[in-house]
């Protein structure tokens, strides 16, 4: 079966950096995608890989190594407002989305 | 720019009872597409349209409908509601080019008594 699987929950604090991990295993793969969902709120689009590597925008990264089948998120410079669920989404071989639970972060002072 | 419309926010229904719910973009999107959220599990897709006058299964279609009649908009519609589909429902929809990423409505928190 598809399987995605990141951390239920995570904590860090204000000013510090945190890593989500997330490892997939689906039928095929055509990109993985990062997803931050404030309580209550709808999920926004926050980063694309397809290649391996790293890819940077701003306090937020996102890498991919797809031989091990496995994408970190990278925030930098932690702000309250990063408190939130990270999802991660993998589009499998029929170019369709596969959702992990999410990782809910909590940000303390 | 008003991206994904969907209402309602919220609806409370009895077991049995039917309700449709609304989604509208403005952003000239081919592909719309309906999920659930539910606590400890990822979205599940439901319904899908690529087009107008044209929808598919989604993960866990049974128990609903949908309807794409323009480009604009796709209907959600549970004709006899049940407590296994209270859930967060959202709509989404997806462009075309370089990033194919999901647009998503607000939300609609639905509880089935």
């Known amino acids: 079966g598809q399987n995605i699987d990141q951390p239920t929950e995570m904590t860090a604090t204000e000013g510090a950096i945190v890593q989500i991990n997330c490892t997939y295993q689906t039928s095929g793969f055509n990109g993985l995608f990062w997803y931050q969902q404030h309580a209550g709120e709808a999920p926004t689009f926050l980063s694309y890989n397809v290649l391996d590597g790293l890819e940077e925008k701003g306090r937020f990264s996102s890498f991919l190594s797809r031989s091990k089948g496995y994408s970190y998120l990278l925030l930098k410079e932690l702000q309250m407002k990063d408190s939130a669920s990270y999802l991660c989404a993998v589009t499998d071989s029929n170019y369709q989305l596969i959702w992990g639970a999410g990782t809910k972060l909590i940000i303390k002072p | 720019n008003a991206g994904v419309t969907q209402t309602p926010k919220f609806q409370v229904l009895k077991t049995g009872q039917s309700m449709t719910l609304q989604c509208a973009q403005d952003m000239n999107h081919e592909y719309m597409s309906w999920y659930r959220q539910d606590p400890g599990m990822g979205l599940r897709l439901i319904h899908y349209?690529?087009?107008?006058?044209?929808?598919d299964q989604g993960e866990v279609p049974n128990g609903y409908n949908v309807s794409r009649l323009n480009k604009r908009e796709f209907s959600l519609r549970l004709e006899s509601a049940a407590p296994s589909q209270t859930s967060v429902y959202f709509c989404a929809s997806k462009g075309t080019g370089e990033i194919e990423k999901l647009f998503f409505g607000s939300g609609t928190q639905l509880s089935v008594l």
């Open positions: 349209s690529v087009g107008a006058g044209i929808t």
